[in-house]
């Protein structure tokens, strides 16, 4: 019981001390509030356009398919079980057959315009097929591989050089990406430490006192890096506001910009995004505290 | 019981502030620690609350070997062993209770305690209701006494005083040492640190005399010569 009470008793100390000084820094602790809101509506703004991105390259490598071509006169059983293996198969997220019929369809459709050339075709010459999504288009060859080795398969055809431009780029935007965030939450906590740090160096005798009087580590610790939180989350809620009032309009104006390009209509998104810079601002307040305050600690 | 055994202390800088001291300090005992500056009385003090390490030899409190410690372990220590310094060391923007209070609420005492045992130690040193002034607005002796009862509000069983009469006038200084007597009656061990030639006469206490690192001197009920 009294073991409870003087935890509570430091929990209480440390968040009283933390709004206190928070309070009577207050141009200091606005200073590391407004730092940590700029870089947290960048890192946003990254984080926007990444996502967005993500979206839009995965409903196009969705549209990566392999074509897997087959032989004539093959058994309709040994169709059915190429089906069955390849539905089984790891890579492959969906398989769909396309009877020789089936292919002159919409071959017919596809050239409706042109009812002429397809006067000059005479019986089916086309071949039935097997169309195959992957799971993840860096596979693909992978897959071309197996197919080739099925006995029904004639032939197997892909663009690799599509999926390739297509992967560079994807890969390219999500590094980059996330390159610019980790630069970015090393930029901000630079910034908490050191306004913590002036804070920190303007109770330095408090601190030293504090040890001179048997306050454990933490104790000296916490309030400071509760500060550091609260900065950390002042920035984050300013940032999700303006974020929030902005991410709207200016995605119904990209909408109308480009149409043909999917974007990430998530309804929860803006609440994702906004727990994920509250989460930075709490990661990085507490860090930038710790590390500002650990200097301070040997006495 | 404080226990020095074979310690010596080399700063990094080569300075030799302590040189094979050995020296037992019984429960309840007073004292007086005197030497010239340099004479390696404050060494001894940051030995005691383990701010330093000594280079050779060891440095026992109640039968705990202080270069054992773990570091979590130092705050308890130093609420054992409290100090008082010379330039007092109190928090300008905190009132004098709050200065006081400060050191019970690092170790979490809930707040009725604090209430009650702040009081008491303010009365103790001769300062009931100026709870609520702040330390500038006080006298030099009434600062020092500020800076004694926080180091004993946690009842510790040992006080360490550096220099503690330094910066006060004969008479302050005078009143502070009888404050420092009530409370070693009261069962508290004092190590006294001073250079002060006519506290020490006065007192006839047990004297340890250091010089250039070495215990020069140590007798019961003595002199500062």
């Known amino acids: ?93 969906e398989a769909a057959f396309l009877s020789k019929d089936d292919a002159m369809e919409r071959l017919k459709q596809q050239l409706a315009d042109r009812k002429d050339l397809l006067e000059m075709v005479t019986g089916n010459p086309l071949p039935a097929s097997v169309e195959v999504r992957l799971k993840d288009a860096n596979r693909i060859s992978d897959l071309a591989g197996q197919l080739r080795a099925e006995a029904v398969v004639e032939d197997v055809a892909l663009q690799q050089d599509v999926v390739d431009n297509l992967l560079r780029i994807t890969n390219f935007a999500r590094v980059a990406g996330a390159g610019m965030v980790v630069g970015l939450i090393g930029i901000t906590l630079f910034v908490i430490v050191n306004t913590i740090r002036l804070a920190v160096y303007a109770r330095r005798q408090e601190i030293e006192i504090m040890k001179l009087v048997g306050a454990t580590d ?41 149409q043909f390009l999917p974007v990430n209509l998530d309804p929860t998104f803006p609440l994702k995004l906004a727990a994920l810079t509250a989460g930075v601002g709490v990661f990085i307040g507490a860090a930038g505290s710790y590390i500002s305050v650990r200097r301070f600690l040997d006495v | ?72 372990q130092i705050p308890h220590l130093r609420r054992k062993v409290s100090v008082i310094f010379q330039d007092f060391k109190l928090l300008p923007h905190k009132t004098v209770f709050e200065n006081v209070a400060f050191a019970l609420e690092v170790s979490g005492y809930s707040r009725p305690d604090v209430q009650q045992m702040v009081p008491e130690t303010l009365d103790l040193v001769g300062l009931a209701g100026k709870g609520d002034r702040y330390p500038g607005l006080l006298s030099g002796g009434e600062q020092q006494r500020v800076a004694i009862a926080r180091a004993l509000v946690r009842r510790p069983s040992i006080l360490v005083a550096d220099e503690p009469t330094g910066n006060l006038d004969p008479d302050t200084a005078a009143q502070t040492v009888q404050l420092l007597v009530r409370v070693n009656a009261l069962g508290t061990t004092i190590v006294f640190a001073t250079h002060n030639s006519e506290l020490v006469n006065t007192m006839r206490r047990r004297v340890v005399a250091l010089e250039g690192g070495r215990i020069v001197r140590d007798q019961p009920n003595a002199g500062y010569e």
């Open chain 2, 1 to 72: 019981m404080i226990v020095l055994h074979n310690v010596c202390k080399t700063y990094p800088n080569g300075v030799c502030a302590l040189d094979n001291v050995d020296l037992q300090i019984p429960e309840r005992d007073f004292v007086f620690l005197v030497g010239p500056s340099g004479a390696g009385k404050s060494t001894f003090i940051r030995l005691l609350i383990r701010e330093e390490l000594p280079t050779s030899g060891r440095v026992f409190i109640d039968g705990q070997d202080l270069a054992r410690l773990r570091r979590s």
């Open chain 1, 1 to 93: 019981m009294r073991a409870v009470i003087r935890a509570f008793e430091v929990v209480r100390y440390a968040v009283v001390t933390a709004a206190v000084n928070f309070w009577r820094h207050r141009s200091m602790s606005a200073a590391a509030v407004f730092a940590a809101a700029v870089m947290m509506l960048m890192l946003n703004g990254f984080v926007i356009v990444v996502s967005n991105l993500n979206v839009a390259m995965g409903a196009l490598e969705q549209k990566v398919n392999v074509i897997a071509y087959l032989k004539e006169e093959v058994p309709q059983a040994d169709i059915i079980k190429l089906q069955e293996r390849l539905r089984a198969n790891s890579l492959v997220a």
């Open chain 1, 218 to 258: 933490w104790f000296i610790r916490w309030p400071f890096v509760l500060e550091g939180i609260f900065c950390g989350l002042a920035g984050a809620a300013l940032t999700s506001v303006l974020v929030e009032a902005a991410y709207q309009p200016m995605q119904l104006q990209f909408l109308s910009l480009v």
